[in-house]
Nanobody, 122 residues
Framework: QAQLVQSGGGFVQAGNSLRLSCAAS????????MGWFRQAPGKEREYVGA????????HYVDFVKGRFTISRDNAKNTVYLQMNSLKPEDTAVYYC???????????????WGQGTQVTVSS
């Protein structure tokens, strides 16, 4: 049974940092591209970025470029989302997800984490 278990998140003031973790089990981690999405209240789930299978390539949406960094440790079957210079508009539930293909579409991702709340105060 494939499972993605997230940790991290919480409440921070604007300008501070948080790191989210996503630990995979029950799947061949190195076979999957790992993405991060987020969903703010009343909004659709949106793509944040992704990392390829060996960690050598990342992709980000414009509104997080230079602030967020995705990395992975294949020895630990874990992907990370380091979020710096957080803004109130980054407040959302964040999800990690696993996909065989490079895509920004949520429906391309086969497995999903349970989500973790990130709240940024002004």
């Amino acid at each position: 049974q494939a499972q993605l278990v997230q940790s991290g998140g919480g409440f921070v003031q604007a300008g501070n940092s948080l790191r989210l973790s996503c630990a995979a089990s029950g799947l061949i981690f190195t076979g999957y591209r790992m993405g991060w999405f987020r969903q703010a209240p009343g909004k659709e789930r949106e793509y944040v970025g992704a990392i390829n299978q060996d960690g050598g390539s990342t992709h980000y949406v414009d509104f997080v470029k230079g602030r967020f960094t995705i990395s992975r440790d294949n020895a630990k079957n874990t992907v990370y989302l380091q979020m710096n210079s957080l803004k109130p508009e980054d407040t959302a539930v964040y999800y990690c997800a696993a996909s065989f293909v490079a895509s920004t579409a949520a429906n391309a991702y086969r497995y999903w984490g349970q989500g973790t709340q990130v709240t940024v105060s002004s």
